[in-house]
């Protein structure tokens, strides 16, 4: 029988929750609002990124939405204000999901995908394994601030950056003889730094929404466009396979830098940056 609001799906889910395959799975249940949500996100071509901030120390709160294999690894962190910062992560990006597809955070379950470069199952993108929704995710954070971005279909990527000084050893080995000129050639202090962490954020949302990390393509050979305000185009090839992106930064309040890559060639409707996660869309 299946449960009101439910629909019954046939699907194999290949995916790992921490370093622990999950079963192969023939009949699930699907709710019937996240097959909606999803539906939805696919014809709007909408996607929703969140932003929360992160403290010092792990709020029970947070704690109590985690799974056992993420609350192994939040115990696993030396640190607590880097174990806080995991958990308000997962859990913001749980709550987040939950509220997009219409169930509880605990009915949500994250795990990485197959990597597309070598096949690895510990180092692919982050994905929802449950429900079994075609739902592309990625996670990011930094020193005050997580960032969640959620799109229907396969890819898409943030990253988010705490500003500060242009450290010009990275700079020369990161960005492309133009993005260096433009960026080196802005006045030393906020105005460069703000330049720099665009450039690097921009960077790193489209490898990680190709879903490759560095192994992909390297930084340096990477443009984009800093010198633009956005949306641009980037362009990134990994084995001779070229791929397209819309690379657009986003504004959240404080000293961070974010931006957001989803891919060319198909429907781009809204981008929806949400308040932090409990204080309302």
């Known amino acids: 029988m299946t449960p009101r609001g439910?629909?019954?799906?046939?699907?194999?889910?290949?995916?790992?929750?921490?370093?622990?395959?999950?079963?192969?799975?023939?009949?699930?249940?699907?709710?019937?609002?996240?097959?909606?949500?999803?539906?939805?996100?696919?014809?709007?071509?909408?996607?929703?990124?969140?932003?929360?901030?992160?403290?010092?120390?792990?709020?029970?709160?947070?704690?109590?939405v985690l799974d056992a294999v993420e609350r192994g690894r939040a115990r696993r962190f030396h640190a607590e204000a880097d174990?806080?910062?995991?958990?308000?992560?997962?859990?913001?990006?749980?709550?987040?999901?939950?509220?997009?597809?219409?169930?509880?955070?605990?009915?949500?379950?994250?795990?990485?995908?197959?990597?597309?470069?070598?096949?690895?199952?510990?180092?692919?993108?982050?994905?929802?394994?449950?429900?079994?929704?075609?739902?592309?995710?990625?996670?990011s954070r930094t020193a005050g601030i997580g960032a969640l971005a959620v799109r229907a279909g396969d890819w898409v990527g943030v990253d988010v950056e705490a500003l500060r000084p242009v450290d010009d050893n990275l700079a020369d080995v990161v960005l492309t003889p133009s993005e260096r000129a433009y960026v080196m050639g802005r006045p030393r202090g906020p105005e460069?730094?703000?330049?720099?962490?665009?450039?690097?954020?921009?960077?790193?949302?489209?490898v990680k929404a190709v879903g490759l990390g560095l192994l992909g393509m390297e930084l340096h050979a990477l443009d984009v466009r800093p010198a633009d305000p956005g949306?641009?185009?980037?362009?990134?090839?990994?084995?001779?396979?070229?791929?397209?992106?819309?690379?657009?930064?986003?504004?959240?309040?404080?000293?961070?830098?974010?931006?957001?890559?989803?891919?060319?060639g198909s429907a781009l409707g809204e981008v929806r940056l949400h308040a932090p996660a409990g204080e309302g869309t």
Do not use: M, N, Q
């Open 192 to 206: 460069r730094d703000a330049a720099f962490h665009r450039t690097w954020t921009r960077k790193e949302a489209v």
């Open 231 to 264: 949306p641009v185009e980037v362009v990134h090839t990994y084995r001779s396979e070229t791929t397209r992106w819309e690379v657009r930064d986003l504004a959240v309040p404080g000293p961070w830098s974010v931006s957001l890559a989803r891919p060319l």
């Open 6 to 64: 439910s629909t019954t799906i046939d699907t194999t889910v290949e995916a790992t929750t921490g370093a622990t395959p999950d079963a192969t799975i023939s009949e699930v249940y699907v709710p019937d609002t996240a097959l909606a949500a999803v539906e939805r996100l696919r014809t709007l071509g909408e996607v929703h990124v969140w932003w929360w901030p992160l403290g010092d120390r792990t709020d029970p709160a947070d704690h109590a």
């Open 83 to 139: 174990a806080a910062a995991f958990t308000a992560t997962r859990a913001g990006a749980r709550r987040a999901i939950a509220g997009l597809l219409g169930i509880t955070p605990g009915e949500v379950g994250l795990g990485r995908r197959i990597c597309p470069g070598c096949g690895d199952p510990e180092h692919g993108p982050p994905s929802v394994v449950r429900p079994p929704v075609p739902l592309a995710v990625s996670l």
